[in-house]
């Protein structure tokens, strides 16, 4: 069984900083996704940045990018320039290859301070 | 613009009283997932059907049960609603294998 663990369950950053969340998994499979999902204060689930297991290439979405370090099963969240807007909970998911099954981490609590 | 949308986004319910939540989709997604989120965790699957196909998790209370009548939409009811069901109830939708997208929740009292 596939296990995702955020060992930060709170942050905090002043704005305009950069702040690394951090991510690891357990698994067998070679081939998945990995995911940080963004959960805004009583707002909706969204997706922030995803990478495919098989690519190299670390995943970048404007002020996000990821260092996937796929031998150490580690997939950490940079955010750059941090604003107010990315106050939130942040979450690390895991979903191999043709699978329905995702798995969530515990969730980090990033607060971005003026 | 293609949604996942929930209703009602606020349930108040007694306990033992059955209620039903609604979840539709306008991204044809052949898969939909409900979970279960309470207070800073991480979101509980409950179960999912991929076209018709149900599948339940191996933990999810027989008191909750799941419909799909068409693509779109999928419901979640829960027949015998106690205290610690109250939750926030997430939708999901993906085409197949690939990421999931939320709507916005439903936050489920139990009084």
């Known amino acids: 069984a596939q296990t995702v663990t955020q060992s930060q369950p709170e942050m905090s950053v002043q704005e305009a900083e950069t702040v690394t969340l951090s991510c690891t998994y357990d698994t067998s499979e070679s081939n998945y996704y990995l995911f940080w999902y963004k959960q805004p204060p009583s707002r909706q689930m969204i997706l922030v940045i995803r990478q495919e297991a098989y690519k190299q290439q670390n995943a970048t979405e404007n002020r996000f990018s990821v260092n996937f370090q796929k031998a150490a099963k580690s997939f950490s969240l940079k955010i750059s320039d941090s604003q107010l807007g990315d106050t939130a909970m942040y979450f690390c998911?895991?979903?191999?290859?043709?699978?329905?099954?995702?798995?969530f981490g515990a969730g980090t609590r990033l607060t971005v301070k003026p | 613009d293609a949604m996942v949308i929930q209703n009602p986004r606020y349930q108040v319910t007694q306990f033992g009283k059955p209620v039903t939540l609604s979840c539709s989709q306008t991204l044809n997604h052949n898969v939909m997932y409900w979970y279960q989120q309470k207070s800073s965790q991480a979101p509980k699957l409950l179960f999912h059907y991929y076209d018709k196909d149900f599948n339940n998790e191996a933990d999810t209370p027989d008191n909750f049960q799941s419909r799909r009548p068409n693509t779109s939409f999928c419901f979640l009811d829960i027949r015998s609603p106690g205290l610690g069901d109250a939750a926030m109830y997430l939708c999901?939708?993906?085409?197949?294998?690939?990421?999931?997208?939320f709507g916005p929740g439903t936050r489920l009292t139990v009084t």
């Open positions: 998911a895991f979903l191999p290859y043709n699978n329905n099954d995702m798995r």
């Open positions: 999901a939708t993906s085409r197949g294998g690939y990421e999931q997208y």
